[in-house]
C-alpha cells in the first residue's frame, strides 16, 4: 500500500543530519525523495563512522527510502536541470548556509518563478533573517545557546549535552510540519511558499516549561538531574541492581500512599510537606534520600513488578542494547531488517508514525552517490542515454 504522501515529490539538497532526518522520514511516509548530492563529493556524512564493511552506518541511518542523483549546481547546465527537476516537484528542502543558494541563483524567489506552487524548506541554525543568521551552529552550539545545556544535568555540576542530536532532530521534525503546513494550504490557494526553520527557534520552542518557569516566578532553571521542575517523585531512582524511573504526576494524589506503602515509608504519606506533587517539589530535598534509601534495597524487577501491580507509573532504564530486545519496541514494528544490495539486510529504526490504512515505513536503503541519476533524468526530465552520457562528460553529473 502506498504511503499516505505517494505523489509528493522531494528535491533533497541536504546533508549531514537535520535536514537528511527531515526527507527521510518524507521518504518514509511514501513521498518520492530526490537526494542531489556534488558528483565525486557527495553528502560528508557518507564519510562518517562506524562503517560496515565500508559502508556508513551513519550515513544510512539517516537517508533510507530516496533515489540518489549528482548534479553540479554551479555549473550552466546542472542549474538547468536542477531548475526543470523544480518545475515538477512539490518540495524543496535544504539545509545549506543561509545565502549559498541565493549565491547559485537559486534561492525561493527564483524558484517560485518556474514553480509557482513549490514549497521551500530551508534549515538552518539561526534563520535566514537576524544577527546571527550567517553564524556556524551545529548541535552542540544551538543547545548551549537555547540554554539546553544549562538545565541538563545534575545540580551543582557542568553543562551536559542529552545523548542525542536534539538540536538537529527537533529542527529536522519542526521542518516536517512546515512542509506538510504549507502542502495542506496549497490544496486551498494553489501557492507554495518558504518554510523558514532555524535550529535556535525549535530549541527555544521546546523550552515552553522553562520559560514559563521563569517568567511566572523570575528564578532561572537550573539542572535537576532527571527530576521534574513542578512535580516529584519523577525521576530514576537506584536500585539494588540498577536503576529505575518513578512518575507519580500531580493531582492523583492516591498514588502517593500507595508509594509509601510499598517502600515502607508510611510516615511520609500524611505530612502535609509531601501533600501534593507540586507541594513534594518544594521539600523533594528532604523526601528524596528517604526513598532513594528504600528503592536501593531490591532489583528493579522486583520494584517493577510490586509497583506495577499497584498502578503506579514506573519503568527500567534501559541500556540501548536491552531497548534492541523490548517485546513493545519488536511489538510495535520499530526495528526493521532493509534489504541492502551488498550488505544483504541492515537494521533500521522504522518510523513512529503508525497509519491503519496507509502505513508507509522503511522500504528501501540508502542509495550510492549517484545511483539513481540516470533514472531520474530519463525517468522525470525525458532525457535520452546519448544526453545523459553528455552530461557525465561534461561532469555535470
Not at 521539600?283 to 532489583?299: D, F, G, H, Q, V
Not at 537494521?347 to 508507509?360: A, E, N
Request: charged share 20%; hydrophobic share 40%; aromatic share 6%.
Amino acid at each position: 500500500m502506498p504511503g499516505p504522501l505517494n505523489g509528493i515529490v522531494v528535491i533533497d539538497l541536504t546533508h549531514v543530519l537535520a535536514g537528511p532526518f527531515a526527507s527521510m522520514v518524507l521518504a518514509d511516509l511514501g513521498a518520492q525523495v530526490i537526494k542531489v548530492e556534488q558528483p565525486e563529493i557527495g553528502d560528508r556524512s557518507r564519510a562518517s563512522g562506524p562503517f560496515i564493511d565500508g559502508e556508513s552506518s551513519y550515513f544510512m541511518s539517516i537517508n533510507r527510502g530516496k533515489l540518489g542523483i549528482t548534479l553540479d549546481l554551479s555549473k550552466p547546465r546542472g542549474k538547468e536541470i536542477f531548475l526543470q527537476m523544480v518545475a515538477k516537484a512539490d518540495v524543496v528542502i535544504e539545509n545549506l548556509v543561509p545565502g549559498a543558494m541565493k549565491r547559485l541563483g537559486l534561492d525561493y524567489p527564483v524558484l517560485s518563478e518556474h514553480n509557482p506552487g513549490i514549497i521551500y524548506a530551508a534549515i538552518s541554525g539561526f534563520g535566514q533573517s537576524g544577527p546571527y543568521s550567517n553564524k556556524a551552529a551545529l548541535d552542540v552550539i544551538v543547545q548551549g545557546m537555547a540554554g539546553v545545556l544549562s538545565i541538563t544535568g545534575e545540580p551543582g555540576g557542568p553543562p551536559i549535552r542529552p545523548g542525542v542530536s536534539q538540536g538537529d532532530i527537533t529542527a529536522g521534525l519542526f521542518s516536517i510540519i512546515g512542509i506538510l503546513a504549507a502542502l495542506q494550504e496549497r490544496n486551498r490557494s494553489g501557492l507554495g511558499q518558504m518554510v523558514d526553520i532555524a535550529m535556535l527557534d525549535c530549541q527555544v520552542s521546546i523550552l515552553e516549561n522553562a520559560f514559563t518557569r521563569y517568567f511566572a516566578t523570575g528564578d532561572v532553571p537550573k539542572p535537576l538531574g532527571t527530576r521534574h521542575p513542578v512535580t516529584a517523585p519523577f525521576q530514576a531512582f537506584q536500585t539494588s541492581d540498577g536503576y529505575m524511573t518513578i512518575a507519580l504526576a500531580d493531582g492523583r494524589k492516591e498514588k502517593w500512599p500507595l508509594l509509601c506503602s510499598a517502600l515502607d515509608l508510611i510516615d511520609l504519606i500524611d505530612d502535609p510537606r509531601f501533600d501534593d506533587g507540586w507541594v513534594r517539589s518544594q521539600n523533594w530535598s528532604i523526601a528524596e534520600p528517604i526513598l532513594a534509601e528504600a528503592l536501593r534495597k531490591k532489583t528493579t524487577q522486583e520494584w517493577l513488578t510490586e509497583l506495577e501491580a499497584l498502578g503506579i507509573p514506573c519503568g527500567p532504564v534501559n541500556t540501548i542494547d536491552k531497548v534492541a530486545k523490548d517485546p513493545q519496541v519488536l511489538h510495535r514494528g520499530m526495528i526493521k531488517d532493509i534489504p541492502h544490495p551488498r550488505l544483504g539486510k541492515v537494521k533500521m529504526i522504522d518510523t513512529p508514525v503508525k497509519l491503519s490504512r496507509t502505513p508507509g515505513g522503511a522500504e528501501r536503503p540508502s542509495p550510492d552517490l549517484g545511483e539513481h541519476t540516470a533514472q531520474v533524468l530519463r525517468d522525470m526530465l525525458g532525457l535520452d542515454e546519448r544526453e545523459i552520457a553528455t552530461l557525465r562528460e561534461e561532469e555535470v553529473i
